[in-house]
């Protein structure tokens, strides 16, 4: 029974018995004796109550904190490889591109949190599944049409996972086209 019960209620039993206890002693020297052993008694229960919430609320604390940052953490990272990914996409070669996909994919890894509220399983799946379809159509330029095919194919597997209504590869080509059309390195409509 006391391990469904929270600790004031533990104090609020332990002090009712020790209550009862006084009340059915006679009220004698010995009683007033009682009486100070049940007040150091009810005083000590209430301090170590006080003690374990405050090292509760520290312990529960520390958990957020330490969540919080790992947080914060994976989604710097994951922004910095994607920025990264952009840059090497309109600024370098091939295969700086490829190798930048390769980087961005093992950040994905690196920073999925089961717990995290921001990063979900299925972000991570998405951002997975746009990166193979990217990698796949920077093989199908370099003419490495197997290795194409492969990145493809993953990424239609994670699409069926994600229930996504179209998982061709005409369609997620399409879709990361028109995502990377406009990032921070594309040349604005404007100019």
Same mark, same amino acid.
């Given at each position: 029974?006391?391990?469904?019960?929270?600790?004031?209620?533990?104090?609020?039993?332990?002090? +009712?018995?020790?209550? /009862?206890?006084?009340?059915?002693?006679?009220?004698?020297?010995? @009683?007033?004796?009682?009486?100070?052993?049940?007040?150091?008694?009810?005083?000590?229960?209430?301090?170590?109550?006080?003690?374990?919430?405050?090292?509760?609320?520290?312990?529960? &604390? +520390?958990?957020?904190?330490?969540? @919080?940052?790992?947080?914060?953490?994976?989604? @710097?990272?994951?922004?910095?490889?994607?920025?990264?990914?952009?840059?090497? +996409?309109?600024?370098?070669?091939?295969?700086?591109? /490829?190798?930048?996909?390769?980087?961005?994919?093992? @950040?994905?890894?690196?920073?999925?949190?089961?717990?995290?509220? &921001?990063?979900?399983?299925?972000?991570?799946?998405?951002?997975?599944?746009?990166?193979?379809?990217?990698? %796949?159509?920077?093989?199908?330029?370099?003419?490495?049409?197997?290795?194409?095919?492969?990145?493809?194919?993953?990424? /239609?597997?994670?699409?069926?996972?994600?229930?996504?209504?179209?998982?061709?590869?005409? +369609?997620?080509?399409?879709?990361?086209?028109?995502?990377?059309?406009?990032?921070?390195?594309?040349? %604005?409509?404007?100019?």
């Amino acid at each position: 029974m006391l391990h469904t019960t929270g600790c004031g209620e533990v104090i609020f039993l332990v002090a +009712r018995i020790v209550l /009862r206890y006084f009340a059915f002693t006679k009220h004698s020297e010995s @009683a007033s004796m009682k009486k100070g052993t049940i007040i150091v008694i009810l005083v000590s229960t209430h301090l170590l109550t006080l003690a374990l919430g405050f090292f509760g609320a520290a312990l529960y &604390l +520390r958990q957020t904190l330490v969540r @919080a940052a790992s947080m914060t953490n994976s989604l @710097a990272i994951i922004s910095h490889y994607s920025l990264f990914t952009q840059a090497q +996409r309109t600024l370098g070669s091939d295969d700086d591109y /490829r190798d930048a996909l390769l980087l961005f994919l093992k @950040a994905l890894d690196n920073a999925r949190s089961p717990d995290g509220p &921001l990063f979900t399983l299925e972000v991570y799946k998405a951002e997975k599944a746009l990166t193979y379809v990217r990698l %796949s159509r920077v093989e199908e330029n370099g003419g490495n049409h197997q290795e194409s095919r492969e990145y493809m194919n993953e990424a /239609r597997d994670i699409c069926r996972e994600l229930n996504w209504r179209d998982c061709s590869s005409e +369609r997620l080509v399409m879709l990361v086209e028109k995502l990377d059309q406009e990032d921070a390195f594309s040349e %604005s409509k404007d100019k």
